[in-house]
């Protein structure tokens, strides 16, 4: 784009104009449109009741697509297909039906070879039940709706995104999970996300995006236990400054069995959970606070997109991790972009106490 800063051309002609070229249309015979869905909205609003009904008139067929009806804020012409002999209505029930259970369940019963499920931003579940044993991954991705209770024994992967509502689940109802993703956003941290952690405690692998991570600390202020895992890779992806740190190690003391830590930035984000928190008080208790225990399994941490300051932390995970062998640290930047304050930083990473005699940290742009 060759001038970012100046508002695009709303009438698209540098776009009506290559598409004119390819198609060998003139550009005036061409509408552009945000989607199927805008274009749809457009000629819905283009044609009124009145120039309908001279269409009708006409010796033809006409079909009248009412796919998006439900969100235009025009009244369905369904009525008029007993008026007029030549108008076919066509519905799509599956743009505002709601995916009660009863349907859910006849969509699995009629899918006995389904593998994979991604249900995102349906709503009228209330109890999920996936009994086949071929189904082994599970997304749910926004759901903004009543308490949904999931039952699948025989998933593997299990992946919940995006803002959502109550969810419930429980360790016997997904016994055989292996790897679980919680990059999830609740309305009450205190209770839903506890009984998440508590039910994917089984799993092998554990990915927390960054709302969760915020929680960890509030958790951790309150003194709530996190249960113990048999974890064995972890991934935090965090936007986060010092006020998490205290979180992350508290919920690191319940994953013994850890062998792979890996932390991925994002970009900073104000952070309403813990902006009521004091950050040079809370650092202070951190610095201070002894968190016991080592981590006798952990050979490989991997930050992963790094910037911003975590000296803390990482003294911390190299006094813990006792057999630790690799530290990569791969910068967010290029070389090029390098600050001298980011080789100062890494100069004091390599100067801090290792317990692992075979710990080597590596950095990389």
């Avoid at 890996?262 to 201070?288: G, K």
Wanted: aromatic share 8%; with cysteine.
């Amino acid at each position: 784009m060759k001038f970012p800063y100046i508002y695009p051309d709303p009438e698209s002609r540098t776009l009506h104009a290559t598409l004119a070229e390819d198609s060998g249309h003139e550009a005036e015979c061409i509408l552009a449109g945000c989607g199927a869905d805008e274009l749809v909205d457009l000629i819905m609003h283009l044609i009124d009741d009145e120039t309908l009904l001279k269409i009708l008139h006409l010796p033809i067929l006409v079909v009248l697509d009412e796919a998006y009806v439900e969100f235009s804020g025009i009244e369905s012409k369904m009525k008029w297909v007993k008026l007029h002999e030549n108008l076919i209505v066509r519905r799509t029930y599956n743009k505002r039906a709601e995916l009660v259970d009863d349907v859910m369940e006849k969509v699995l019963s009629g899918c006995p070879n389904l593998e994979d499920l991604n249900l995102e931003s349906v709503s009228g579940i209330n109890r999920l039940e996936i009994s086949s044993e071929k189904l082994r991954t599970l997304s749910l991705e926004n759901y903004d709706d009543s308490l949904l209770e999931i039952i699948a024994p025989h998933i593997e992967t299990l992946q919940i995104c995006g803002p959502c509502s109550e969810i419930r689940i429980g360790q016997r109802n997904v016994a055989s999970l292996v790897n679980a993703m919680l990059h999830v956003e609740f309305e009450s941290e205190e209770s839903y996300l506890k009984e998440l952690l508590q039910s994917v405690a089984h799993a092998e692998t554990l990915n927390l995006g960054s709302w969760c991570i915020e929680c960890l600390s509030i958790l951790e202020l309150e003194g709530w236990q996190f249960p113990p895992s048999s974890r064995k890779v972890l991934t935090l992806g965090v936007a986060f400054g010092r006020l998490d740190f205290p979180g992350i190690c508290s919920f690191l003391q319940s994953s013994l069995d850890l062998e792979t830590l890996v932390i991925e930035w994002y970009d900073n984000r104000e952070s309403d959970l813990l902006s009521r928190l004091n950050e040079d008080e809370q650092t202070r208790r951190f610095e201070t606070h002894n968190f016991n225990g080592s981590f006798p399994h952990l050979k490989t941490i991997k930050f992963r997109n790094f910037y911003g300051s975590v000296l803390p932390l990482v003294k911390y995970l190299l006094k813990h991790a006792i057999v630790l062998e690799e530290f990569f640290i791969d910068a967010a930047f290029q070389e090029s972009d390098a600050s001298p304050g980011y080789e100062i930083m890494a100069l004091d990473f390599l100067s801090l106490t290792r317990s692992s005699p075979h710990a080597k940290v590596l950095f990389s742009y």
